[in-house]
């Protein structure tokens, strides 16, 4: 069982989270229920400002929004002096409405919108992540009008085959992120990022994968990146300004997993920049890294009510709880390995082998396989841990099923920062999307 012990105990037979109890949380709001541990999450943001902002001169690390944005979240980041990236103008504008210093957030994306880029560089945001030669002119053409410039960093794939399922892995040469580095295509992005009168060519980018369990993925795309920015020099005169690394950092969903220490890896990374870029005697730049998963994974529990049960002689014993792919996507679409208990039965023996299954009408709508759990009954909670990342952001409502709420816990206190969606905004959706559409028949007879 995966439990962080400051944060989520089993008191008697209950299961706490920074000292409140699961089942009063869902007297309270309900289920599904999202719950985060902020007490883990400032422990997180912590590291990340004592183990590299402190640490080390000219640093940032820049919590991934994808993983999990809300208003709350960029407040606690804020806190901590940490930067955030985004990859849509919706991301951007959560975090700008919580107060985000705009020049702190680096815009992401392999397809940035024209609308997208206007909306960021018209409330301030200077750092982009260049990813293919369309953006690099769309950026030119926007930031003219605008009478702006932007910071670019551009992103290279450097070849390197890093992470957990092969959807995460986005460092290999077959990928839709970034200018290839086996063919010299980066040359030619950074060459056009210099000719561009209003685009600052402020350094290099690069992301290896997510879950990331081996030192040596860094190491290789490290190394390799400190020969690109000699190759930048040698060929255009310029000492890069930033050099970002990218995220990948672990977390552990099961006894199997084996994470590495975010300061093993940041220690890593800064002493090969260091070495390489001294080595030419080269002002060393300034280091960026994304830890999204690492900030919010093991902070979230999500809590179920058990439903049906259906037992299949010598197959498989099922019990279904009231959520599902809906809330939790990464079981159906990577296969992820989860551990759970009953929220309330969490001090008794786990002896029933079962596998959970949610309630959408989809055969693989399995949210755990075969786990052994303390005798589910209808009506028990289910508590399932290190659901903070990637669960909330990438929430449906499939079957028309309202979104649950999110509820941070600190110091025996609760609160709600998302609040449940209820059927009536699932018939605002409806009806936007009908506007749309009926928007789109007119746009299509006048042309």
Excluded at 149 to 170: C, E, F, M, Q, S
Excluded at 187 to 201: G, S
């Amino acid at each position: 069982m995966v439990l962080q012990t400051e944060f989520a105990q089993i008191k008697g037979n209950d299961l706490y989270i920074d000292d409140v109890k699961a089942t009063d949380l869902v007297k309270q709001y309900g289920t599904p229920l999202y719950v985060m541990s902020e007490g883990h999450i400032r422990k997180q943001f912590n590291t990340l400002k004592t183990k590299m902002i402190d640490k080390y001169e000219n640093t940032l690390p820049l919590f991934a929004s994808k993983s999990f944005s809300c208003k709350a979240i960029y407040k606690l980041a804020m806190e901590y002096g940490v930067g955030i990236d985004c990859v849509s103008a919706g991301e951007i504008s959560v975090a700008l409405k919580a107060g985000f210093d705009p020049k702190k957030i680096y815009f992401h994306g392999n397809n940035k919108l024209p609308s997208e880029i206007q909306y960021a560089l018209e409330n301030g945001v200077e750092n982009f992540v260049i990813d293919n030669f369309y953006e690099i002119e769309l950026v030119e053409e926007i930031a003219s009008k605008l009478n702006v410039k932007v910071n670019g960093l551009v992103r290279i794939t450097p070849g390197v085959y890093a992470g957990g399922h092969d959807y995460i892995r986005v460092g290999a040469k077959d990928t839709k992120f970034g200018f290839s580095s086996h063919d010299n295509t980066y040359l030619k992005a950074i060459k056009k990022v210099i000719d561009a009168p209003h685009i600052n060519f402020d350094g290099i980018h690069c992301h290896v994968g997510s879950q990331i369990e081996e030192i040596q993925a860094y190491v290789l795309a490290m190394n390799k990146f400190v020969d690109i920015a000699y190759e930048i020099y040698d060929i255009f005169g310029i000492v890069i300004n930033k050099l970002n690394a990218g995220g990948g950092f672990g977390i552990q969903y099961t006894a199997s997993d084996h994470p590495l220490e975010f300061d093993d890896v940041v220690s890593t990374i800064m002493d090969i920049i260091y070495k390489g870029f001294d080595k030419r005697d080269m002002k060393r730049p300034m280091v960026l890294v994304e830890p999204g998963r690492y900030c919010v994974g093991n902070a979230g529990i999500t809590l179920y009510t058990v439903g049906s049960y259906k037992y299949i002689r010598d197959i498989r014993d099922y019990i279904s709880v009231d959520g599902g792919m809906t809330d939790n996507i990464r079981s159906s679409l990577y296969n992820a390995k989860y551990d759970a208990v009953i929220a309330n039965k969490a001090g008794q023996e786990a002896n029933h082998l079962v596998t959970v299954a949610g309630k959408n009408c989809e055969s693989g709508d399995i949210l755990i396989r075969d786990i052994m759990l303390q005798d589910p009954q209808p009506g028990d909670i289910l508590a399932m841990f290190s659901t903070g990342a990637y669960h909330y952001s990438m929430s449906s409502n499939y079957n028309q099923l309202p979104k649950p709420a999110v509820v941070f816990t600190y110091q025996g206190k609760s609160k709600e920062v998302i609040r449940r969606q209820t059927f009536d905004d699932l018939l605002v959706q409806y009806w936007q999307l009908m506007v749309w559409y009926a928007n789109y028949i007119i746009a299509r007879r006048e042309i």
